[in-house]
């Protein structure tokens, strides 16, 4: 097997930047290929601070916040299957069937997939954010890369593998919109579309484990876990953004949901992982209204 570094370090403009080497990952075509390039890099370039892992000491990657990289075409790098349709063309089972079940798991690694490839897209796009900003989206990337192999490696228990079903792109095309702008990015990526899954994952688990599948329900429990910190991940960086610029976090907030026209929340939420996730009391009480 291709080692992971090794491949990304030969694709990559330039092997001794982490911010290229995320680019080479996200541009990788082959999932497999694409988390263990991802999990190496996290693993290479290591936590903050970490001086033991130092570039000067070790030769290996380092964050260069300066450093801008040109957009090459073609991203993100992703298989033929699974085919793109509109989210209305996709169809809902019954997870109390196998074949409901194996659609709603096959959706949810869709998902993790993106976002591996958004995670990674935050890190080599934006330039000149400090060092703790692309350290932890590459944490966030990395993590992505776990979810999505525990819900792969659970559908071929099942007789199934990603791409087996059609998805949607919603989550990326909102990638996309934001490409231009970083606080952008952060307010309506990580705190408003992947925000949704803290709603989302607490009925999806509770259905799980009702039709007898307690494997899923247990990588729900992860995914739930790790998310809040996702989300925790954006919402700091869309503050420190706001406070730099000298924005009302909450009252610019509506302006970027309606300028980039991202989806109207709706509920039951999830109030208690969203406050784990860092939203305030005000924000929360808007979702009611």
């Not at 097997?1 to 930047?17: Q, V």
């Not at 799980?208 to 729900?220: F, K, N, P, V």
């Not at 000298?246 to 009252?251: H, I």
Request: hydrophobic fraction near 45%; charged fraction near 25%.
């Amino acid at each position: 097997m291709l080692d992971p570094m090794k491949f990304i370090f030969t694709t990559a403009s330039d092997p001794d930047c982490a911010r290229s080497l995320a680019l080479a990952a996200l541009l990788e075509r082959d999932p497999e290929r694409k988390v263990a390039a991802t999990l190496a890099l996290r693993q290479a370039v290591g936590e903050e601070g970490d001086l033991a892992l130092e570039r000067s000491r070790t030769g290996g990657p380092h964050i260069d916040p300066l450093r801008s990289i040109v957009e090459p075409p073609d991203l993100p790098g992703r298989p033929d299957a699974p085919v793109l349709v509109a989210p209305k063309h996709l169809v809902k089972r019954s997870v109390h069937t196998v074949i409901g079940r194996v659609v709603l798991l096959h959706a949810l690694a869709h998902i993790e997939f993106n976002a591996i490839n958004l995670a990674l897209d935050a890190v080599w796009r934006f330039e000149g954010m400090p060092a703790a900003y692309y350290h932890e989206w590459l944490r966030v990337a990395a993590e992505e890369a776990y979810h999505y192999s525990l819900l792969t490696a659970h559908l071929a228990t099942l007789g199934h593998r990603y791409g087996d079903f059609p998805a949607h792109d919603g989550l990326w095309e909102m990638v996309e919109k934001t490409r231009g702008d970083v606080l952008a990015r952060m307010a309506l990526v990580p705190r408003t579309l992947e925000a949704r899954g803290l709603d989302a994952a607490p009925p999806m688990r509770a259905r799980l484990a009702q039709a007898g599948d307690e494997a899923a329900a247990a990588i729900l429990d992860i995914i739930l876990r790790d998310e809040i910190g996702h989300v925790a991940v954006g919402n700091r960086w869309y503050r420190y953004l706001c406070a730099q610029r000298q924005l009302d976090p909450n009252a610019i907030y509506p302006s970027l949901v309606e300028r980039y026209r991202a989806p109207k929340l709706k509920g039951p939420f999830n109030f208690e992982a969203r406050r784990a996730a860092g939203f305030d009391e005000s924000e929360l009480a808007a979702l009611g209204l």
